[in-house]
């Protein structure tokens, strides 16, 4: 049986990783608006990159294949290599080199998303089989299937 590790702890994740999504994310609205694209858009890529760096904490500590998770990941990484791919399309004539970050930021989401599910890969599935005795029982059921009572 696996040992569940850290549940009752401290929410590292969830203290770190959050304030940081939003403070580069704070930082790229301003140094946008300040007129250095170039700037913004690469601290919107980190910003980006946060929630990736998530799944993969997350695919490392889940216990099992089947987490919910792993349904997310997928979506999570389309999702911003079309943002980021659009947002270099847009941006090619104007500033080039933003073009050239975003390719970057694609190149580290598609990474992260496929060690999350290579990760998640690894992790034993559950059981697909039941027992013939009509399979996993409740404890209230266990109790009232007793004989002799």
Do not use: C
Not at 7 to 13: A, K, L
Not at 53 to 72: D, G, T
Not at 92 to 119: H, N, Q, W
């Amino acid at each position: 049986m696996a040992v569940r590790r850290n549940m009752s702890g401290f929410p590292w994740r969830l203290v770190v990783l959050g304030p940081l999504a939003l403070i580069l994310f704070a930082l790229a609205m301003y140094f946008y608006n300040n007129l250095q694209p170039e700037i913004g858009l690469t601290l919107l890529g980190f910003a980006f990159a946060v929630p990736m760096v998530w799944v993969v904490l997350a695919a490392r500590e889940a216990e099992n294949a089947e987490s919910p998770v792993r349904q997310f990941v997928p979506r999570l990484t389309t999702v911003l290599v079309l943002g980021s791919a659009f947002l270099a399309f847009m941006m090619r004539d104007k500033y080039p080199r933003i073009s050239i970050i975003e390719a970057a930021f694609i190149i580290f989401y598609i990474t992260a998303g496929a060690v999350a599910l290579r990760i998640f890969n690894a992790k034993p599935r559950r059981p697909t089989l039941t027992a013939l005795s009509g399979g996993n029982q409740t404890p209230r059921q266990r109790r009232e299937a007793r004989p002799g009572k």
